[in-house]
């Protein structure tokens, strides 16, 4: 019983809270690019917030219901449709939860807007799990099967949080530990903009912009690097993800927030982003306000979902 794959889309994959604990033997946490989009759908079924998700990337597909699913969908702005038995159209308007029924169709269009949208079931997709965590990065194929166990659950759309443009606002950067070595590449990151690549994806956005200039050093060594770590390679630079190696040679130059890394998930290619410069401490307390805001809306959520 779960969701059987009709059309996956430009590049769905299964994603949860990540690996975490293995990065020592060169293993990347990986997990949802966009953390609170997709716990905002999983509280919306009742979740905890790192149960596993569809993770849809541009344009979400069509899947259809093996058994009565309590499903969420919750993200970037995507046209999403349920095809019911009679080939009656019932729409849907994210983020809410909804139940398909045995037979019926989930068709999701184009994001309209960001990158990504998220599809939870009530007690998670139950696909294998590797180190701890239900995480690939193999794209789902037509005729795939999400299992699932079954269940109902009302309609609930959450008026808050409202949904925000990434590049809207600038992307909050803190020193990388070869910013010593390029001055120049960071007053440029703090006084251009940059359009993400067409070849960006879960494992980093190419910029592109004005070519940067920085002379290379053939003994240096790679070191650890993180998501949202922000690399010179070559003269183009580079924005790590959440599927990025674990150790980098490029020189790191910057770093994105903790609190802008879901930010990062969102962003399409083509977009328009830019950067400015926190100390420390902001990056801390803005870190804290986060998550606090976080807890808070996700506890109201999921109250509202066990009383319906």
Same mark, same amino acid.
């Given at each position: 019983m779960g969701l059987i794959v009709i059309d996956p889309g430009q590049a769905a994959t299964v994603q949860d809270g990540g690996r975490a604990g293995y990065r020592h033997w060169g293993v990347p946490r990986g997990g949802v690019f966009d953390t609170f989009s997709a716990g905002l759908a999983?509280?919306?079924?009742?979740?905890?917030?790192? +149960?596993?998700?569809?993770?849809?990337?541009?344009?979400?597909?069509?899947?259809?219901?093996?058994?009565? &699913?309590?499903?969420? &969908?919750?993200?970037a702005p995507m046209p999403a449709r349920v095809i019911e038995a009679d080939s009656s159209i019932r729409l849907l308007e994210p983020p809410t939860s909804f139940v398909l029924k045995p037979g019926e169709r989930l068709r999701l269009g184009v994001a309209t807007q960001g990158a990504r949208t998220y599809l939870a079931v009530r007690g998670g997709w139950q696909t294998p799990l590797v180190l701890g965590s239900r995480s690939f990065e193999t794209y789902l194929r037509p005729r795939d099967l999400l299992p699932a166990e079954p269940g109902s659950i009302p309609v609930h759309r959450p008026r808050e949080p409202a949904w925000e443009i990434s590049s809207d606002r600038p992307f909050r950067v803190l020193p990388?530990?070869?910013?010593?070595?390029? +001055?120049?590449v960071l007053e440029a990151l703090s006084s251009r903009l940059f359009h993400v690549g067409s070849s960006s994806n879960r494992m980093g956005l190419r910029l592109e912009g004005e070519p940067i200039e920085l002379a290379s050093d053939p003994s240096r060594l790679s070191t650890p690097v993180a998501p949202g770590a922000i690399q010179l390679a070559g003269r183009e630079l580079i924005v790590l993800g959440v599927a990025s190696g674990t150790m980098g040679g490029y020189p790191h130059i910057a770093q994105v927030v903790t609190a802008d890394l879901d930010r990062l998930g969102q962003l399409a290619p083509g977009d328009v982003l830019r950067f400015a410069w926190i100390t420390l401490d902001e990056a801390r307390r803005i870190d804290r306000e986060s998550r606090e805001r976080r807890r808070a809306i996700f506890s109201r959520i999921a109250m509202a979902t066990r009383v319906g």
């Open positions: 999983n509280a919306l079924v009742g979740n905890p917030s790192g +149960s596993a998700v569809v993770e849809f990337t541009l344009r979400g597909g069509e899947y259809q219901a093996e058994g009565p &699913l309590a499903l969420a &969908l919750a993200g990388g530990p070869d910013a010593a070595l390029a +001055s120049h």
